[in-house]
């Protein structure tokens, strides 16, 4: 069986194919960064104009490089949410449009079950049970996940995702946009310990994150630096490592927390801030020293891509689930939705 996948929910046009005996056949993607990097940040009309653009010719490009034709294709997956209206719904109605040419079912896939089963897509992918830290620019979240579809909320943040305080303290700084890149890599060249900075909520027993305080307080230091242009420079990149290692100490700090309350002992660290090398280098030493193991995804399904979508897609094809006519996307959809085990989050506080 082989499922195309279809990405579209915000600043990226990802499509794939995977196979069901084979594995991933083939991706391509195109990232409209330099598009939106002329406005500091994401403009939706613009996003679904472009995804209109690109979607028909990376399909063909997508079955070029596996091979294949259309009529080969088994199924049509596509992200139902969340992500911006605009953008699922270009993804949606030309998936829904394909399907139905080809004649064979689509399916909505949420787009946060995608991430969380993108580690899935290695030669040595994890197995279920395991605790999920899915964290980029809109979420930061830690999910107990039994199965497919079964899935836990155990905490999230209470304001900013990590992420979205990666940019917006890179805004502050001047570093442009994508921030949150710009960002981790000035942070290579820092001190991490030079600027003291909050760890919020760590040492409190539940599970919940919050980055909007470790943001003002990193913006204040910058906003009351004085000094030459040359010690200007290197407090920026102190700043910047020690505002990274800030983030990663509480994400990792919650996480292995999480491991303990659930009684598990497998952590997959997915979505865009876990190509973070800071966060990475914290998971490996996570491993060493506290008999625990991680997972994350190649550098190029950590963003938003095609084939997270498609393997998800696959795998609930395979459970014979599939949509009507209809196109139906959720900007927002809690992920949390997708399982009838869910349970309240105050049972881990």
């Known amino acids: 069986m082989i499922t195309l996948g279809v990405e579209s929910s915000c600043d990226e046009t990802g499509l794939a194919l995977y196979c069901s005996s084979q594995g991933l056949l083939a991706h391509t993607l195109f990232s409209q960064v330099d598009l939106h990097a002329l406005y500091g940040g994401v403009v939706p009309e613009l996003a679904s104009r472009d995804h209109v653009k690109r979607l028909v010719p990376l399909t063909r490009e997508v079955c070029d490089k596996a091979g294949i034709t259309l009529s080969q294709i088994s199924n049509v997956a596509y992200t139902r949410g969340p992500g911006l209206a605009g953008a699922l719904l270009t993804g949606a109605m030309m998936a829904r449009s394909l399907a139905w040419s080809l004649d064979v079912q689509a399916l909505g896939v949420h787009h946060l079950e995608g991430h969380l089963l993108a580690p899935m897509l290695e030669e040595q ?22 199965g497919l579809g079964d899935y836990t909320l155990m905490g999230e943040t209470i304001d900013d995702a990590a992420g979205e305080a ?95 309350q659930s ?32 997972f994350y995804p190649r550098l190029e399904f950590c963003t938003d891509n ?39 989050r105050s049972d881990y506080q």
């Open 306 to 344: 095609g084939a997270m979508i498609a393997l998800a897609g696959s795998r609930r094809f395979m459970r014979g689930e599939a949509d009507e006519l209809a196109v139906n996307v959720r900007p927002r959809w809690p992920l949390e939705e997708l399982t009838s085990n869910s349970k309240l």
């Open 125 to 146: 992918p994890p197995a279920f049970p395991l605790v999920c830290l899915l964290v980029s620019g809109g979420h930061t979240q830690l999910i107990e996940v039994r």
């Open 263 to 294: 009684g598990l002992s497998t952590l997959v660290i997915s979505g865009g801030v876990s190509a973070n090398r800071t966060l990475r280098a914290a998971a490996d030493a996570m491993q060493r020293n506290e008999k625990l193991t991680a």
């Open 166 to 260: 990666f940019d917006k303290t890179a805004k502050m700084m001047g570093l442009g946009y994508p921030g949150g890149a710009a960002l981790s890599a000035l942070a290579q060249s820092g001190d991490a310990k030079a600027v003291s900075l909050p760890r919020p909520m760590l040492n409190r027993p539940n599970l919940d994150f919050s980055f909007s305080g470790l943001k003002t307080a990193a913006i204040t230091r910058w906003k009351a630096f004085s000094g030459t242009e040359a010690e200007r420079q290197i407090f920026m990149a102190d700043l910047a490592a020690s505002f990274e290692l800030a983030v990663v100490d509480v994400l990792m700090g919650k996480s292995v927390k999480a491991l303990e």
